[in-house]
Each structure stands twice: as structure tokens, then as C-alpha cells.
């Protein structure tokens, strides 16, 4: 049951924990389990802090496996507007989102008609309203696009004919964000690690019941 | 046909099936000394190279979603982090299901079976659930008692190790248990609600080591025993069982075997289990002394039912006509909440063990004038976990785009609290399978036809269940998140569940049950099943823990009837 689909893309995962685990494991003779000594070592290696890669995106040379470049190139600019960077965390594209969506098009048929028809539809249609391609289209007229297509009520009947796309492209930028470690730093997940016990911080117990129905 | 290839040695014991009873059979008795031959119709498992514990989303290039996208298009059958473990789709091996009918049949074909990933939720049956007849009139006793399973659920909680705390209440049984796990804080609002509506809210019983024991090293809180734990600190068959059974030199394993039939001599035993041997596409034939058939409810059935002969015409065993019959499952139904009072909490690790720290043992056994009978068990969701595709997808939709999606997100997080019940099922008459005569599968064996059907006992169940559910949500402080509701709509599918039962039921009565108390079957002492098919029913808690604690019980029973020369 060997997954060939483990990464070997630009993805440096954190080495020296995962290492020592499959060095823990090397010592078995077999498929079976860790001994309590092992364990205890690999729970050590664990409970070092996971860091992940600063960034997901593709550097220079990346070269997209599905889309053109110029799509390519949109999508990242689209993906940074739906996530744009703020106070306390960078933008989609620093999440790898293009590429995330990029490489599963290229695995995907179904996927690729809507991210290939999806964004041709959109540089038509901002030449058709503004006289240039979405990318290259100004600011304003890019927020104008965006609040048709995701305004609070839904999307505009005006932009109906990218609303399929719409939904996947947010969909996958927010997926491809929390996935990564930025977007998982950002929502303060703190998992992921080995701890001797489980115990809860009374602070967020605390914090909790006061504004629950119960009270503190 | 091809020539058919027969062992010339006699195994002491064949067991057919790795999961909770094939695991549990050949710890037993190669413990015992007695040889034993396991076939399973999966592959080995390897924890090293096929758990995914403590992978990012991000170190996998699709993040979870499956190599060519198969979640983004419901193509996927089971999370891919999951330790591998079955589906609902076998390729090649498909079922029937009678006209009008609804079933969903989950096969699981890996060393170690369903173990490998199931909830390790681990209840023992109460005194009413063995003797339900004399209860309310309702379902069919067993010619076990409580009091006689007891001593193998201690053997079984002390071997596996099970998490809990004595509460004295009926329909929970104690236990021996290993520590409990503290309350998550969304727990402790669950603990809260529960004592307003005074509807009690106790320490989960779950197999995860909070102590280590029997060389197994204890939990080290990660909260993702179902993608497999190296450290076998979440209970398997596989580990904590069948490897360990290789060192006695008493167990051979064979994988990729697809058990056929079961050849029965002139004497009316079982001499010997055909299989076919996947790789080679060929039959193969091991002689053996006896056979214990652990191969899940509904598969050992149909191989006793496709082990036709002319002692045996209707299968196996099967003079009863019950194999096959009293199919249940667990009668599933889920509800969601939002609630306000978690927004934005602090931040912390709270992956725990994997599934809840705290559960509700059925509360109403006492109430008289319910309008159904028996009762459900509920299991917590909720937490700070770890995100995955589709964790916001809700936020962002209802942010629009831009940095509100990320403020919405971070509010939201965590905020979802889930309520499961899990509910009895009385057995009926419209539920059960049966062989498929039109249809074969790629291995050229006869399917299963599958016929099912929920009672009003089941459907009031449910109404009850949501009810109960948006009263603990509302006590909260939380929102409801699912509405309209329809109990008939709403209740899970047969099979959905993954508890099928009953379909080779013991019984002290061999015109009415394939098997005597010990789960032997009346007309072929040496022939034995180990799962969940021996039940006489399928109480609100978990089949698991008492698949163990009979079959561990059966296994012992038939190394001494092979001790004293009567198998």
C-alpha cells in the first residue's frame, strides 16, 4: 500500500522530527509496533514545535503542470484578492494556492475544464466590460468583478456565466490555505505533536463558561 | 476449472479473517500452544509505511484530497488519511439489493480488518441487552447471561485497554478501565447542558492507552488513531494482536485469500477451506482440524451460505434457516451546532485522543410510556482540530472574499459542536441477506443480496435523538444548524453505521439458531464463528468490545474441546 503521492514538490517538510521517527522505526523487524523505550524517543522527536515552510509558493523557475502561464499567473492574483495578506498573515499565494490547483488539474479532467474555461470566461468578460484582461485590468475594476461575484446576496446575474468557477476558486483557495502552514499558524492550531498528558489551560476554560450560558 | 490445489499438511485451526475476532481467535489460541493458519482476503499491513500519523496536509502535494482530486468530486470513499481499511465500493465484488431496498455494505480487506481504523468506542452490553425478550417482550435472548460474559469483557478491556470510570449505571456496565482522559472545553459544556437537563454526560470508553500496557506504549495525544497509530496506543488487531502472534511460531499468515467455501466430509466437519488465492487466481484448498469463521457479520454468512453440500443443502450449518437472517445495524443520526460561547477561544492543543473524552450512556432505561423501545448511546465532536479541506469552506462562503473571509474563519473556528447518537435496533423479519443465484464476483464466489428495513421502533428513536439533541445545543447557547427535519429522511441507511450483526445467531434451541452458547455450531462442532454474526441482537453499544470479549470466550471453549478429543 505504498502512496507514490507524497510529496516531492517544492515542499520541505520538517526533517529532523520526521526522521528520527522512521529512524525509530528501522529498528523493527517487521510491520508491528513501537516498544515503549522507542516510543518514548519518538514522542520526544514529536513534541519538538512544527515548522513548516515559510511559504508554498513556487519560486521563479516554477513552471505550471496544467494551466498557461498566463492563467496561471491570474489565478495566484485572483487567489491573493479572495485572501488578501492582513495584520497577521500573509496572502493565498504564499499558501501555494495556484499551485495546489494547478497540480490537481493536471489529474483531474473535470477540474481543468473549470479552472481553463473558468478563467478564459474571466479575462472575456473584464475585456469585454473594461478593454483589457482581468490581470491587467485596474484595481477597482477587479473589486468591481469580485463583489459581483461574491456579494453577500450571492453572485450577480451579470457574472452568472463564471459563477461555477467562482464557487471553485474560492473553495480551493480557502482549502489550500488552511492546509498550508501559514493558514494553520494563522487559526492557532496547536496540534499535530505528542504531549505525555492532556491537559486543558484553565484560561480558555475560563473564558469559555464566562460567556456561556452556565457562567463562570 | 483449474486443477485445485490441496495442502497435504492438516492444520490444527484455520481462521478465516483478521479483524477484532479473527485477531482476537488467534491471539487465544496460539497463546495456547495450538497452530493456527489465518486467511485474510486483504494485504499485509505495514503501520511503518501505511499510517499517515502526524502528516501535514501540506507534505502531500493533492493535501488530502485524494491524487486526482477524488474528494473534490465525492469520489472519495473514506478520508485518505485514514489508516487503510475497506469500502463501500469493492472493485469486483459487488452486492444486490432487493428492489425498494436501502443497504450499504462496507468490506474491509486489510490485516487487522475494521480495527484498523474504527472508533474504539468500547461498551460493554448490559444485563437487559442479553436477555431483551424477558426485558420488554421484544428481540430474542441469548443463552448467554451477563454475568457469564463478564469474567471475558474483564479479559478483554484488560488485554486491549480501555478507558473509563465506575458510575454504577445500568445501562453502562463497568469495567476495568484504565484512566480516563480530561473534558476538551466544548466537552465541558456538553457536561454542563447535560446537568441541566439532567441527562448524564461521563468519562468515554475508549481502547486508547492512557497507561501503557503489554509492551504497548501509552497515548501520546495526537487525536489520530484513525489514520493508525505506530505506537499501537489505539487498539488493532494487526499490533497489539496478530504480530505479536507470529513470534509464538504458532501462526501462519496467508493474505490475498478470498474464502470460498467451507468443504464439509461424510462425517458432516469441515475438512478443509477453500479459498482462492488472489495473485494467482486459482483455488486452493487447506485441510484443517477446525475452523473459526471471523470474516464480518454479513461475509461470514454468505460463505456458510455458499458452502452448499448434500448433508448441508441450504449451506453450512445452516439446518435452521436463520444463517443470513436478523441483520441489524446501528441505528445512526448526527446533529451539528453552533455555538457563540467558543468564538474566538484561546488557543491550545486539543487533539486528545481520537473521538471524545466525554459520552452519554443511555439515560431513559427507567422511563415508562416512551414511545419506542430500548434506547441510544450519544458521541461528542467538536474541537480545535486540525484543518483540512473543507474546514472553512462555510466561513468563507458566508464572508464574501477579501479579509473577511480570514476574521470569519478565526470566529468560527472551533465553534462546532456534533452530536451522534447511536441507537438499538430491534432484529426484524424484513432485514436480513441472502445468495444472490444470478450473480458472481470477479473471484467467481455468489453475492450477497441484501434485504432491509427500519421499523416505527427506529424512526421514533430518531425523532427522539434530534429532539434531545437541539435541547443540549439550545442549552448551550448554540444554534441549531440543520432544519427542516424528517425522522424517516433522516435515519441513517442500513449498514451506514458499519455495526452489522445477527446473521448467525447463537442459541440454545438448534431448530431456531445456527449456534450453541459457545458460538460452535450446533450441527458442526468443529466449525466456530468469531464476529459479530454469533449476536442475538445489537444493543446501543458498540459491537467491538463484545466481539472481543465472545470470541476470546469461544476460543478458549475450543481448545478444550480439542484438548479433551471432542474436535
Known amino acids: 500500500m505504498s502512496d507514490s503521492s507524497i510529496t516531492n ?7 529532523s ?18 516498544t515503549a523505550q522507542d516510543a518514548k524517543d519518538a514522542h520526544a522527536a514529536m513534541a519538538m514545535p512544527a515548522t513548516g515552510p515559510k511559504s508554498l509558493k513556487g519560486g521563479p523557475t516554477f513552471v505550471p503542470k496544467h494551466l498557461n502561464q498566463h492563467h496561471f499567473k491570474t489565478l495566484q492574483h485572483l487567489g491573493d484578492l479572495i485572501m488578501p495578506a492582513d495584520a497577521t498573515s500573509p496572502a493565498a499565494s504564499e499558501a501555494g494556492a495556484a499551485e495546489f490547483i494547478d497540480f490537481l488539474c493536471s489529474r483531474n479532467d473535470d477540474l481543468a475544464a473549470i479552472f481553463d474555461g473558468g478563467l478564459e470566461w474571466l479575462d472575456e468578460y473584464t475585456k469585454h466590460k473594461y478593454g483589457t484582461d482581468f490581470l491587467t485590468s485596474k ?69 469559555v463558561l464566562k460567556r456561556s450560558p452556565f457562567g463562570a | 476449472m483449474f486443477q485445485v490445489q490441496r495442502s497435504p499438511v492438516v492444520h490444527d485451526v484455520v481462521v478465516v479473517g483478521s479483524g477484532a475476532g479473527g485477531g482476537t481467535t488467534v491471539k ?106 424477558a426485558f420488554d417482550g421484544l428481540g430474542f435472548d441469548w443463552p448467554v447471561t451477563y454475568d457469564e460474559m463478564s469474567p471475558w469483557y474483564d479479559k478483554a478491556e484488560e488485554f486491549i485497554g480501555v478507558t473509563g470510570t465506575h458510575e454504577g449505571i445500568r445501562s453502562a456496565p463497568d469495567g476495568k478501565f484504565l484512566p480516563p482522559v480530561p473534558p476538551r472545553v466544548h466537552e465541558m459544556l456538553v457536561q454542563r447542558a447535560g446537568k ?83 495473485a494467482t487466481r486459482t483455488e486452493k484448498q487447506i485441510r484443517c482440524r ?20 448434500t448433508k448441508f443443502p441450504n449451506g453450512v450449518a445452516n439446518g435452521s434457516g436463520v444463517v443470513g437472517r436478523y441483520l441489524t445495524d446501528t441505528v445512526g443520526y448526527s446533529l451539528g451546532g453552533s455555538v457563540p460561547a467558543l468564538e474566538n477561544m484561546p488557543r491550545h492543543n486539543c487533539d486528545g485522543i481520537g473521538g471524545m473524552h466525554v459520552y452519554v450512556p443511555w439515560w431513559e432505561l427507567d422511563k415508562k410510556n416512551k414511545d419506542f423501545p430500548r434506547g441510544y448511546h450519544i458521541e461528542i465532536g467538536g474541537g480545535l482540530g486540525m484543518p483540512q479541506l473543507g ?20 470566529q468560527q473556528y472551533g465553534t462546532n459542536v456534533n452530536f451522534a447518537g447511536r441507537g438499538e435496533m430491534i432484529p426484524n ?57 424528517d425522522a424517516a429522511a433522516s435515519i441513517s441507511k442500513g449498514g451506514e453505521i458499519i455495526h452489522e450483526a445477527g446473521t448467525v445467531r447463537m442459541g440454545d434451541d438448534p431448530k431456531k439458531s445456527a449456534l450453541n452458547k459457545w458460538s460452535q455450531a450446533h450441527e458442526v462442532k468443529n466449525l466456530l464463528v468469531a464476529d459479530a454474526a454469533p449476536f442475538n441482537g445489537n444493543p446501543d453499544k458498540n459491537v467491538t468490545l463484545t466481539i472481543v470479549a465472545n470470541a476470546w470466550r469461544a476460543a478458549e471453549h475450543l481448545a478444550d474441546e480439542m484438548k479433551k478429543g471432542n474436535v
Request: hydrophobic content about 40%; aromatic content about 12%.
Open chain 1, 9 to 15: 514538490n517544492p515542499v520541505t517538510p520538517d526533517v
Open chain 1, 17 to 34: 522530527r520526521r526522521d528520527l521517527f522512521r529512524i525509530v522505526g528501522t529498528g523493527l523487524l517487521s510491520a508491528e509496533f513501537l
Open chain 1, 139 to 207: 484595481p477597482a475594476e477587479q473589486t468591481a468583478v469580485l463583489d459581483l461575484a461574491y456579494g453577500t446576496r450571492g453572485g450577480s446575474p451579470e457574472v452568472a456565466g463564471g459563477s461555477q468557477f467562482f464557487t471553485w476558486a474560492r473553495n480551493m483557495v480557502v482549502d489550500a490555505y488552511y492546509t498550508s502552514p501559514v493558514g494553520v499558524k494563522d487559526i492557532g492550531y496547536m496540534g499535530n505533536t505528542a504531549m505525555s498528558t492532556f491537559h486543558v489551560p484553565q484560561e480558555a476554560v475560563d473564558y
Open chain 2, 28 to 133: 487465544v489460541l496460539t497463546d495456547l500452544g495450538i497452530n493456527v493458519t489465518l486467511l485474510e482476503a486483504g494485504p499485509n499491513l505495514d503501520p511503518m509505511k501505511d499510517f499517515k500519523e502526524h502528516i501535514w496536509p501540506w507534505e502531500v502535494n493533492h493535501r488530502g484530497s485524494g491524487a486526482n482530486a477524488e474528494s473534490y468530486f465525492g469520489k472519495q470513499q473514506w478520508g485518505y488519511w485514514n489508516a487503510p481499511n475497506g469500502y463501500w465500493d469493492v472493485p469486483g465484488e459487488p452486492y444486490s439489493i432487493a428492489p425498494g431496498n436501502e443497504f450499504k455494505w462496507f468490506r474491509s480487506r486489510i490485516l487487522g480488518g475494521r480495527t484498523n481504523h474504527y472508533g474504539r468506542i468500547s461498551l460493554r452490553f448490559s444485563d437487559y441487552d442479553f436477555k431483551p425478550q
Open chain 2, 196 to 278: 441541566k437537563l439532567n441527562i448524564p454526560v461521563i468519562p468515554s470508553r475508549m481502547a486508547m492507552l492512557t497507561r501503557g500496557i503489554n509492551g504497548r506504549a501509552a497515548c501520546h495525544y495526537c487525536g489520530q488513531c484513525g489514520r493508525g497509530c505506530h505506537t499501537a496506543s489505539a487498539f488493532t488487531s494487526s499490533q497489539a494482536m496478530i504480530f505479536p502472534a507470529l513470534k509464538t511460531g504458532k501462526l501462519t499468515i496467508v493474505t490475498g485469500a478470498m474464502a470460498r467455501e467451507l468443504i464439509v466430509n461424510d462425517e458432516g466437519l469441515v475438512s478443509a477451506v477453500s479459498y482462492i488465492d488472489k
Open chain 2, 290 to 309: 477446525a475452523v473459526v469463521v471471523a470474516a464480518s457479520a454479513c461475509e461470514s454468512a454468505r460463505l456458510l451460505l455458499n458452502s452448499k453440500s
Open chain 2, 391 to 410: 474546514s472553512f469552506r462555510g466561513a468563507a462562503a458566508g464572508a464574501g472574499y477579501g479579509a473577511a473571509i480570514k476574521t470569519a474563519a478565526r
Open chain 2, 429 to 485: 423479519e424484513n432485514s436480513y441477506c441472502e445468495i444472490d443465484n444470478t450473480k458472481v464476483d470477479q473471484w467467481g464466489i455468489p453475492v450477497l443480496k441484501f434485504h432491509w428495513k427500519w421499523q416505527q421502533y427506529e424512526i421514533k428513536m430518531v425523532q427522539h435523538m434530534h429532539d434531545t439533541f437541539t435541547n443540549m445545543i439550545e442549552a448551550m447557547g448554540g444554534r441549531v444548524m440543520q432544519r427542516p427535519f
